[in-house]
């Protein structure tokens, strides 16, 4: 089995920072791409960012400047560091890894249970 955690989220003044984790547990075999999505109350959940086993990143343009998505293999974990943030950020964020298990030919995505990051004064 495989779990995914997320952790880092909590209330931030508009123009602060957060950095959200997440990591992979369990029978891992390898891990493709791994991303961040969030949703806001009462709208659909939308890509922020995702990076591919090879490093290449791709963003959101409302967050591009402000948001950087890093990786680290050896510890299963994904990153998402938030800078200059906006009260229009404020959403549950949820990660998103693509997971080959051991033992399968095939990929399932696996999602975080979400984290709440509000940003207000």
């Known amino acids: 089995q495989v779990q995914v955690v997320e952790s880092g989220g909590g209330l931030v003044q508009p123009g602060g920072s957060l950095r959200l984790s997440c990591a992979a547990s369990?029978?891992?075999?390898?891990?493709?791409?791994m991303g961040w999505y969030r949703q806001a109350p009462g709208r659909q959940r939308n890509m922020v960012a995702h990076?591919?086993?090879?490093?290449?990143?791709n963003y959101a343009d409302s967050v591009k400047g402000r948001f950087t998505i890093s990786r680290d293999n050896a510890k299963n974990t994904v990153y998402l560091q938030m800078n200059s943030l906006k009260p229009e950020d404020t959403a549950v964020y949820y990660c998103?890894?693509?997971?080959?298990?051991?033992?399968?030919?095939?990929?399932?995505?696996?999602w975080g249970q979400g984290t709440q990051v509000t940003v207000s004064s």
């Open positions: 369990g029978s891992i075999s390898r891990i493709y791409t």
């Open positions: 990076i591919t086993s090879g490093g290449t990143t």
């Open positions: 998103n890894q693509v997971i080959q298990s051991l033992g399968r030919p095939t990929t399932t995505d696996y």
